[in-house]
């Protein structure tokens, strides 16, 4: 598994370079865009030794460099951009080949996760030191996603996301109600015109409309972790009053309304309640 650079071409090393030289054939989820990678570097490898191996094919495709591998044949794997399987294909073609006896060896490299959690910065004596979730890429639908963004408001650690720039906007509005939550962009990191700055999630939406170029290009998001008093948990003391006199349900409707605080973290809350 060969991770490859996410933008600067010389953000490749030399084992992965060597290995990409000696293979006999390579799975890559663009044969085109791998191929013009190979050329940039020197390497000369012919159509019949590049295997499309992507999202739609993967598990058929996996049979494939199965058959290779015990052919004895050298067989590398490289997304288009950074370290295979990780909001990339490539997890299914390693445990296809891990389920047939055989091995998949890392070849460590470019990540855009872990490039953007180097610049976040994150010093809160508060947090916990280094902890960090991969979100990835959010669901494209409104409702979905702006469940996903709620549940990360109580999240003790920094959440890293990725975002195309066709919907980078969207993601914006729904980030925007976690108000001064610090949000760390990543945009084109390693590129040309990367960009990197830190402004509160509710200043997202603004900062992208300053620059029509920066709803170009893919962006790497690094929620830093929510402030000790917002991890805590909501309130009680609204809930407390509704209970005795309202259903549950409607009790944590208005105490969301009242408060601000969202209707999940509060239902647990009511149950709790309830039950003591």
Known sequence: MVATPIGNLADITLRALHVLQLADAIACEDTRHTQALLRAYGIEKSSVQLLAVHQHNEAQAAQSVIERL?????????SDAGTPAISDPGARLVAAVRAAGLHAIPLPGASSVTAALSVAGMADE??????FVFAGFLSSKTGERASAVEALRLEARSVVLLEAPHRIEALATALEKLGSR???????????FEEIATVSAEAFPAWLAQDANRLRGEFVLVLH????AAQSGPDSRVLELLLPHLPLKTAVKLAS???????NALYELALSLKKD
């Open 70 to 78: 015990r052919q004895g044949q050298r067989v590398a794997y490289a």
């Open 126 to 131: 508060d947090a916990q030191p280094g902890a």
């Open 225 to 228: 972790p929510a402030p000790a």
């Open 257 to 263: 309304e009242i408060t601000g605080e969202p209707r």
């Open 182 to 192: 610090p949000l760390t962009i990543g945009r084109e990191l390693t590129k040309q």
